[in-house]
């Protein structure tokens, strides 16, 4: 079972059971990040019948808002937030020479007051789209502990 490859109490590789028994593969093993909530495992991104993998994009209307800001060649839309509500925010970079990842995350009230303004890394990162996934993770978690109820991404 995996979870015998996993630490108990931070839920990460316990490395010294994984090098003993997979030495070769230990490498790849690390690129697969545990699940923190102990959930069983499931299949997701499910292979198409042309053998490639399918995301749902959607487009937004141009009427949806008149606030339009341009940022690296991208229109971003942005929509007043209710008072009361937390904004969450995240950010993350990604090494792939050394499958390194810095995540960045902030809950706040307002543009000048942060609940949570934190960050880390982590190791055996494989994509840059697992590097986003896993700072929008952090944010949850963050969001989660605060027992946040109304929180905005």
């Known amino acids: 079972m995996v979870s015998y490859l ?51 994009a959607t487009k937004s209307s141009s009427k949806a808002s008149k606030s339009h800001e341009q940022r690296n060649g991208m229109q971003c839309k942005w929509k007043v937030v209710l008072a009361g509500t937390i ?16 995540l960045g995350w902030t809950l706040a009230q307002d543009k000048t007051t942060f609940k949570v303004k934190d960050s880390t890394y982590t190791t055996h990162v494989k994509s840059p789209l697992l590097t986003e996934a ?19 991404f």
């Open 6 to 56: 996993l630490t108990r109490v931070s839920i990460l590789w316990n490395k010294q059971q994984v090098e003993l028994l997979f030495p070769e593969t230990a490498h790849l093993i690390y690129l697969i990040q545990p699940s923190r909530l102990k959930a069983e495992d499931s299949f997701t991104w499910q292979r198409t019948k042309s053998g490639t993998y399918g995301l749902l």
């Open 87 to 102: 904004v969450c925010n995240s950010n993350a970079s990604w090494t792939r020479d050394i499958q390194k990842a810095g």
């Open 134 to 152: 896993l700072a929008l993770r952090e944010v949850v978690t963050s969001a989660v502990n605060l027992s946040l109820s109304n929180v905005w």
